[in-house]
């Protein structure tokens, strides 16, 4: 990370912390050294990185790839190049890449021109950039490091001054002070947690994560977390989840993992869960005013947020909402029409026996709100 | 957001004027409504209500509240302006103010099904449907031109604003061929032949659409004025009605694209252009307009909408909304072309200007032999 944007994160009131033992770090050409645990963390091509080992992983694109948008983002620009590398080989995935429009859950939060907020598993930078225009200051950290550099492309690029790009995400601690944020966006990253901190148990890892997003919040700040619903309609029907495998949430913890070192050579790392449990973890760590809503279709693309509190809302989504929904391209009519005719017969279905309280335990996904 | 617009809601629930008690909580259904609309829209549900009481609308950017407030504008200036049976069928504002430092424009909710044309195997409208909405939108339709119509002198200034600056913006953003060329500088004509002539002015929806259409049983009601116009030519709504009835509902339903569409409806010889034909005759008669000018209302409704997608486009593409399209893949690499849908009137307007006959023309010929 460049000097000048420390020095205004400082000014922001977020300084950095060594993710190791939380200790005071300093700042010196290439590094920060940390005060205590005198660990030196890299700064890679101006981004400050925190990250223990130098591994890719990502579900989306190919190291290769996330290399070339890179290369084509720094010669030519950003937009050419997530035509080139998205356009043709991930059709769905550039068609939603810079939708901003991905970022509307911060319609459910009280963000302000005032807040800062932290991006986990930024990914390539929609959701940051939507939230710079509404926030004071938006830090974004990712673990690989391909995307936090793209992003901080597209940041000069569009002389975007309120987004600091940050690489880390697989250490015990984040590497931020505590109280330093009002809010922390999680879109699909709390079920990674087991992947990045592999050498931990699997709900260790979620806790830990939490727990280091609960510190770094300001009292009174709010998390919100988009993440996929183990007994998701989709996964029923037998979409492939993370790991590769299918109906997974049919089967038990064990099997689940059977089949991950059949698929995939390693034990299953991203687990999801239903609403009970997830309001159990949050609330074990801390978490207050926990609230469920239905990003529908999908947390990647919301066009809807129903709160799952409130039946009539949900019976009047069924009745009215669904049938007149309109799909913006043929490619996510493509993508979701199984998904959609499926889901309509299954409303009709659940209004004529009553059951529309029910269908929040089948929604594909959730948008998570909780206070701290 | 949506506790502090809850708690705003139950704090001024007086100052709201509706008539009903004080909630004491609301739920809030989101949606994040079009690309274009530039806003997101919360259905608040007070208490234990089944159906929504309140819209609470939300501009994306600070830049976008001007639609809001246009809007609003045109919504209080209706409601002073027209009948009851008018101001009936139109969405009460109740305020516009900021929350938490976010603006809102909080309107009562009308309830409603969305107007959804069927189509048959071929992707057309089915001519029971299409014949029964436009039995209840055309009543509607006139009366409301004819309560906001005013009649002005065509002189300078009014050529300005309604045809040659909007010409001029066409032709400066478009490619276009020596025939539209051509085509373009006949409107001029067309307007140097009215010049001193008193000519009609409508008060237009400008996205009248049977999305925004919404019926109860046989009551109508028309929502989303935020970019309407207090004068404009005519039919310019009743063409983006037909048109939308008819193609985009065939292109969302993956049947025949939009152009192919289009070309159905205006320029070939079907039950469809007959009947569209008949009704714009009809119409026209009700109104008192000359359908000698129907072509050149035709046209200017095509500029306008190429004018207003470019608009549009723009805005997107400096939003970072979504990506161009590159010309290839393979080749050029620095210059893009412009979306399809941006493309498509541009294209249409071609076709009209290649000498393609508007169905009512042909009518207005078999006419003529008639009375010779």
């Known amino acids: ?372 | 957001m949506t506790s502090e617009i809850e708690k705003y809601l139950v704090r001024n629930w007086d100052v709201l004027g509706l008539k009903r008690n004080r909630p004491s909580r609301f739920s809030f259904l989101g949606e994040r409504g079009s690309l274009e609309g530039n806003k997101f829209i919360f259905f608040a549900f007070a208490d234990n209500d089944k159906r929504p009481i309140l819209v609470v609308k939300l501009p994306r950017c600070p830049s976008d509240l001007k639609l809001l407030e246009n809007e609003r504008d045109s919504l209080l200036q209706l409601r002073a302006s027209t009948s009851m049976a008018i101001r009936e069928s139109l969405p009460q504002v109740l305020l516009l103010d900021q929350v938490s430092s976010q603006w809102v424009l909080i309107q009562s909710f009308v309830y409603g099904e969305v107007m959804t044309p069927v189509l048959d195997h071929n992707g057309l409208p089915k001519r029971r449907n299409l014949r029964k909405h436009l039995e209840i939108t055309t009543p509607w339709l006139s009366q409301f031109k004819n309560e906001t119509s005013s009649r002005i002198i065509w002189d300078s200034d009014s050529i300005d604003e309604h045809v040659t600056r909007p010409i001029d913006e066409f032709r400066r953003n478009s490619h276009l061929s020596k025939d539209a060329v051509g085509y373009l500088n006949s409107l001029r004509h067309v307007t140097d032949e009215l010049r001193g002539c008193s000519v009609l002015l409508f008060f237009q929806h400008g996205d009248f659409q049977p999305g925004n259409v919404l019926l109860d049983k046989n009551r109508i009601t028309v929502v989303d004025w935020d970019v309407s116009r207090k004068m404009a030519l005519a039919l310019f709504d009743e063409f983006s009605f037909i048109t939308n009835y008819c193609c985009s509902s065939a292109e969302r339903a993956g049947r025949m694209n939009y152009l192919q569409a289009f070309q159905i409806l205006w320029f070939s010889k079907n039950w469809l252009s007959r009947f569209c034909k008949d009704w714009l005759q009809c119409y026209c008669r009700t109104l008192n307009l000359d359908t000698k000018y129907v072509k050149f209302y035709f046209a200017m409704f095509l500029i306008s909408h190429a004018n207003q997608e470019y608009a549009d486009l723009l805005t997107e593409l400096n939003r970072g909304d979504y990506m161009p399209l590159r010309e290839n893949s393979a080749g050029k690499r620095t210059h893009y072309r412009r979306l399809m849908k941006e493309q498509l009137y541009v294209r249409l307007f071609e076709l009209l200007a290649e000498g393609r006959n508007l169905p009512i023309e042909s009518l207005e010929l078999a006419e003529d032999k008639q009375q010779q």
């Open chain 1, 1 to 372: 990370m460049s000097r000048i944007l420390s020095v205004e994160l400082m000014k922001r009131g977020i300084g950095f912390r060594c993710p190791n033992c939380k200790g005071l770090l300093v700042e010196t050409k290439n590094s920060f050294l940390c005060d205590e645990c005198h660990v030196d963390w890299k700064i890679r091509e101006g981004i400050a990185s925190f990250f223990e080992d130098d591994v890719y992983w990502s579900d989306k694109i190919p190291e290769t790839e996330a290399v070339t948008l890179t290369k084509i983002a720094a010669e030519e620009g950003w937009k050419t190049a997530l035509h080139d590398v998205f356009r043709w080989n991930h059709r769905n995935d550039y068609r939603i890449i810079s939708d901003l429009r991905r970022a509307d859950f911060r319609f459910l939060m009280p963000l302000n021109n005032e807040s800062t907020v932290l991006v986990l598993g930024c990914g390539l930078g929609a959701i940051t950039v939507a939230l710079s225009k509404v926030c004071r200051a938006v830090v974004a950290l990712s673990d690989i490091f391909e995307y936090v550099k793209f992003l901080d492309i597209r940041r000069q690029q569009e002389r975007i001054l309120n987004i600091f790009p940050v690489h880390g995400g697989n250490t015990l601690h984040l590497p931020f002070p505590e109280d330093c944020f009002d809010a922390v966006v999680a879109v699909e990253m709390s079920q990674w947690a087991g992947v990045a901190h592999r050498n931990v148990k699997l709900r260790e890892a979620e806790n830990n994560l939490l727990l280091s997003v609960y510190k770094a919040l300001k009292v009174g700040g709010h998390l919100y977390v988009g993440v996929a619903n183990k007994h998701g309609c989709d996964h029923l029907m037998g979409r492939h989840d993370h790991n590769g495998g299918r109906f997974a949430s049919l089967r038990p913890g064990k099997l689940v993992d059977t089949v991950s070192w059949i698929i995939s050579g390693t034990s299953c790392r991203t687990h999801q869960y239903s609403p009970d449990v997830y309001t159990r973890i949050l609330q074990g760590t801390g978490f207050r005013e926990i609230r469920f809503y239905a990003p529908l279709p999908e947390h990647h693309e919301p066009h809807f947020f129903i709160p799952l509190d409130n039946v009539n809302v949900m019976k009047y989504f069924l009745n009215n909402s669904l049938d007149s929904f309109e799909f913006g391209s043929p490619q996510m009519r493509e993508k979701y029409r199984v998904l959609y005719r499926i889901g309509k017969v299954a409303a009709k279905i659940a209004l004529s026996l009553g059951l529309a309280g029910s269908v929040k335990y089948v929604v594909p996904s959730y948008g998570i709100i909780a206070r701290k």
